[in-house]
């Protein structure tokens, strides 16, 4: 494990020295939807979200391959981001066979 981190440190590294221009960063907001009160009386409870945070966060400007590196370096099992090559909010995933899903959302 210290050997595969200490490889994608110095990726990232590699990666960071051919940039010229720093990362860019875009705002956005999260939020989990609250439950509603006026639900029917045998629909169970649990089904109902409710809001347990919100906060805003920046999203980092990346290539496909540098937000995987970010998402594992920071042993998150995902990452939204912005793709640099088309600019648009991109998300990267650690799906349950140990493989790496990518998700570029395509105007309809």
Known sequence: ??????????RLKDHQRDR????????ASS???AASDDHEAGEPNSLQPMIIAE????????????????????GAHLL???NEKNSGVNV?????????GWIDPVNA
Not at 1 to 10: G, I
Not at 56 to 73: R, W
Not at 92 to 100: A, E
């Open 92 to 100: 990267v995933y650690r799906r349950d066979d140990g493989n790496i």
């Open 80 to 82: 939204v981001f912005r």
């Open 55 to 74: 906060m805003e966060t920046k999203i980092p400007s990346l290539s496909v391959g540098e937000a995987v590196m970010q998402m594992e370096l920071g």
């Open 31 to 33: 939020y989990i939807l």
């Open 1 to 10: 494990m210290d050997k595969q981190l200490r490889r994608y440190k110095r």
């Open 20 to 27: 010229s221009e720093p990362v860019e960063f875009g705002g």
